[in-house]
């Protein structure tokens, strides 16, 4: 049950866009198409962002997407906003586990 | 509307036991699977445990294994967390979340935090 791999930060200019990379093994990330991603801000539960990959829940914005290759997901968010500085986490399947990464914390300059 | 409601955290000496609930409202609880996610201060979330909507089928994190229960009751609409022996490296806020595929967890509670320490 080891944590998937995120970058500790990433930063980008409102308008830019970023991609938050989350690596996995073939055990998790790499054999199943059950990737979400979720988006915290301090003091705040989580929310969900993207899941199964690259689907949106109803009321996310479609600046947020996911996608994957291999063992690694991807979430990028575009047209960057000052609300979007939070910290992102990945979570994957993996058969009887569930594994998250160790969160990235995005900072809109 | 969808309400996930968590209860029972406090402080606990290591060692000690301690019994988390997860209040649901809003929607059929007995037919949705349920994660309990936590969160050490100022560190990542680590998932705990899931139990899929009949109860049937439970499973743990490595770190839990032998000392954590999940359980739920779906007459009572409650989620269960069980927590036995417990360390210091098990404070953190708790999260209970309802989930479909394992993974996507639409909802989650406010989190209770469940502090061990001597």
């Known amino acids: 049950q080891s944590a998937l791999t995120q970058p500790a930060s990433v930063s980008g200019s409102p308008g830019q866009s970023i991609t938050i990379s989350c690596t996995g093994t073939s055990s998790d990330v790499g054999s199943y198409n059950l990737v979400s991603w979720y988006q915290q801000h301090p003091g705040k539960a989580p929310k969900l962002m993207i899941y199964?990959?690259?689907k949106r829940p109803s009321g996310v914005s479609n600046r947020f997407s996911g996608s994957k290759s291999g063992n690694t997901a991807s979430l990028t968010i575009s047209g960057l906003q000052a609300e979007d500085e939070a910290d992102y986490y990945c979570c994957s399947y993996a058969g009887s586990d569930v594994v998250f990464g160790g969160g990235t914390k995005l900072t809109v300059l | 509307e969808v309400q996930l409601v968590e209860s029972g955290g406090g402080l606990v000496q290591p060692g000690g036991s301690l019994r988390l609930s997860c209040a649901a409202s809003?929607?059929?609880?007995?037919?949705?699977?349920m994660n309990w996610v936590r969160q050490a201060p100022g560190k990542g979330l680590e998932w705990v445990s899931y139990i899929s909507s009949s109860g049937s089928t439970i499973y743990y994190a490595d770190s839990v294994k032998g000392r954590f229960t999940i359980s739920r009751d779906n007459a009572k609409n409650s989620l269960y967390l069980q927590m036995n022996s417990l360390r210091a490296e098990d404070t953190a806020v708790y999260y209970c979340?309802?989930?479909?595929?394992?993974?996507?967890?639409?909802?989650w509670g406010q989190g209770t935090l469940v502090t061990v320490s001597s």
């Open positions: 979340a309802r989930v479909e595929e394992a993974v996507t967890m639409y909802y």
């Open positions: 199964e990959v690259s």
């Open positions: 809003g929607f059929t609880f007995s037919s949705y699977e």
